[in-house]
Structures are given as C-alpha cells and as structure tokens.
C-alpha cells in the first residue's frame, strides 16, 4: 500500500509541477503589463497602418510546419478606428480573405471583430506588444471548430512586428503560428 502512495504523491507532484509551468512560465502566462516598460511603444493606429506584407507559417497540434503563407494586408485609421483588409495566400494554393473591424479605446484597449471571430475579441497594447484574444471558427472545409487564440504582436527595432498565436480547444493547442510583418515599402538587402 505504501507504494501506491509514493505514486499517487508522484503523479500529483507532475500534475502541479505542469500545472506551475503553463501558469507561470509559458506562452499563456504572457502579461501585456510584462511589457510596460519597452522603450518603444506599439501604436496599431501607426504600426499597423497602409500597406503590410506578412509571412508566416502555422504548426500542428505535433510541433511540425503544416502550412506557409503570404499575407497582403491594408490599413486604415480614422480616429479611434481602423479596417484592416487581409488577403492570405497559402502553399497549398488555397486564398483566404478576412476584413477586421478594430476600436482603440483611449486606455489603449481594443475590440476586434471579423466575419469568422465568434463573438468580439479583445486586447490591450501595451508597451512594445499587443495582446489579442479572440475565438475562431474555422471554415466547414476544416471541420468548423471553433478554437480559442492569444494573439501575441512584438514590434522589432526596426519597426517589424513579429506576431505569435496559439490556437486552443477544449484547453489543448492544436496549431501555433509564427509570422513576420512589416511595411510594404520597408525592404530588407538581398543576400549576395
């Protein structure tokens, strides 16, 4: 009986030890006041306005890539609330429109919504980062689950944003991506 004991202590100390780990040291342990302090503060109205371009990639549920794309989106502000158009285009050949509708309120929160967001989503920019949580439904061709996402947006030194969202059901991840954006006109040099 004493050895069912140590185990059961075992199983419970992983369980917490798990537990633990996705509080406080994980993706969905991000804060948007860990970012307070940046010395550069991302403003969607500014960082994510005109013409963007994005690249990117989406894992699976098993950590591997299964999907590239290329995203051209448009941006535009009036005031307090902006449009920003997105055309996907996927490895698969597959073309993927969305048109989000924002509002920035003046302690710099954000509502979002889209045609396939359930509901409407919120976020906060903070510092250098914006946090978006959103639920997404995704198309019949992909069964039309909806999953819960974290967006994550980083602005780099040299006006880039690096984006990072994780796609959850029923509390599990079930794909991640991982994408670059930046200005149409910012251009990097070619390798030689």
């Known amino acids: 009986m004493t050895g069912f004991f140590y185990m059961l202590a ?30 550069e503060q991302f403003d969607v109205r500014k960082h994510l306005n ?3 371009v994005c ?17 051209e989106f448009d941006c535009e502000w ?5 449009v920003m158009r997105e055309v996907f285009r996927y490895d698969d050949g597959s073309i993927q429109n969305r048109e989000w509708q924002l509002a920035i309120g003046a302690d710099g929160r954000i509502k979002a919504t889209a045609s396939d967001v359930v509901g409407i989503g919120t976020g906060v920019q903070k510092g250098g980062s914006v946090q978006l949580k959103y639920r997404f439904q995704l198309p019949e061709s992909a069964g039309g689950h909806v999953l819960d996402t974290v967006d994550w947006m980083y602005l780099a030194p040299n006006g880039s944003i690096v984006n990072r969202s994780q796609f959850r059901k029923f509390g599990f ?5 991982v994408a670059t954006m930046r200005p149409v006109e910012q ?6």
């Not at 009036?78 to 902006?82: A, M, R």
């Not at 251009?187 to 030689?192: G, L, P, T, V």
């Open 10 to 39: 075992g199983v419970a100390i992983v369980l917490l030890l798990n537990w633990a780990r996705s509080r406080y040291a994980s993706f969905s342990a991000q804060n948007p006041t860990d970012y307070s302090a940046d010395a």
């Open 187 to 192: 251009h990097f040099k070619e390798a030689a």
């Open 78 to 82: 009036t005031n307090d609330s902006g």
């Open 50 to 52: 005109g013409p963007i």
């Open 55 to 71: 690249e990117g990639v989406i894992y699976g549920p098993l950590g591997r890539v299964t999907s590239r794309f290329v995203g």
């Open 173 to 177: 991840k079930v794909a991640e991506l």
